[in-house]
C-alpha cells in the first residue's frame, strides 16, 4: 500500500471568478498526471475562498459596539473582530492576541478563520484587506469535483483544507473543511483486530489525515502550490460532508 502525494505548480494566482477546475486541469497536465478512479485532488481554501470573492476590505467595515469591546480585550483590530463575529456563532475562548470561536459550520478555530496571509485584491490599491472562508466548502468541493469529473470521465474526489491550530498542541495542521465524494470519517467499528478483537470505539478521520499530509507538500508561506494530488488513498470512494467530523456539542466533553 502507498500513498502518493504530488504537489502541482505553476496555478496562477488567483483572482476572484477564476475557473480553479480548468486551472487544476491544465495544472495536472503540466505534470503529466492522468486522474484515475479513486485519485482526490486536495485543495486550500485561500484560492476556493478567492476564487468565489470572500476578499473584503477593513476599510468598508463598520464594527459593532460588541466588537468594539472584544478588540478592547484582544487587542485586536474591531473591524477584524466584526468579520469574525459575523463568521462565528459563539465565542469560546479570548485573550489579548487569540480569538477562538465556533464557525457557523459548527468546527472551532481562531478567527473564523479569516486570514491576512497571502491575500491582496486585483486592484493593488493598497488597502488592508482579508479572506473569509467559503461560504458553504461542501458546495464548493462538489462543484469542483462535478466539473473535473466531467472533464476526466474518472470517479474522484475533492477534499478542501485550511491550516487550523490544535488544542494542547503548538503548531497548525492541515485539517478538512469541505469534503465532496470521499469519506470525512471512516467506521471501523466491528471489524477485527490482528487478534480477532473486534474493535468498539475506532473511527478513522481520514479527510483530517489526507489534509494533514497534504499541507507537507502544499506547503504554507510562499511555495504557490495550493493543490495536491493524491493516488492511493485507501478506502473506498463515496458521498461525504465535513458534517462527519464535527463532534456534536452535547458529546464535547471540553467546552
Known sequence: MSLTLTALRDIPLIQPGDDLASLILQAL????????????L?????????????????????????ALEISGATQKDARFVELVLRESSEILRMRPGTLIVVHRLGFVC?????????????????????????????????????KLEAASGRKIGVLIIDSHGRAWRNGVV????????MPALVDMRGKPDLFGYRLRITQIG????????ASLVMGQADERTPVVHAHGFPYALRDGSINELIRPKEQDLFR
Open 174 to 181: 492541515g485539517v478538512a473543511i469541505g469534503v465532496a465524494g
Open 29 to 40: 497536465a503540466r505534470a503529466s498526471i492522468a486522474l484515475e478512479d479513486g485519485d482526490i
Open 110 to 146: 481562531a478567527n473564523a478563520g479569516i486570514d491576512h496571509s497571502n491575500v491582496q485584491a486585483e486592484s493593488g490599491d493598497g488597502e488592508d484587506w482579508v479572506l473569509l472562508l467559503p461560504e458553504n466548502p461542501d458546495a464548493s468541493a462538489e462543484e469542483l469535483r462535478r
Open 206 to 213: 481520514a479527510a483530517d489525515e489526507l489534509a494533514a499530509a
Open 42 to 66: 486536495v485543495v486550500a481554501q485561500k484560492i476556493v475562498s478567492k476564487a468565489e470573492g470572500r476578499l473584503r476590505k477593513l476599510s468598508e467595515v463598520i464594527p459593532s459596539p460588541r
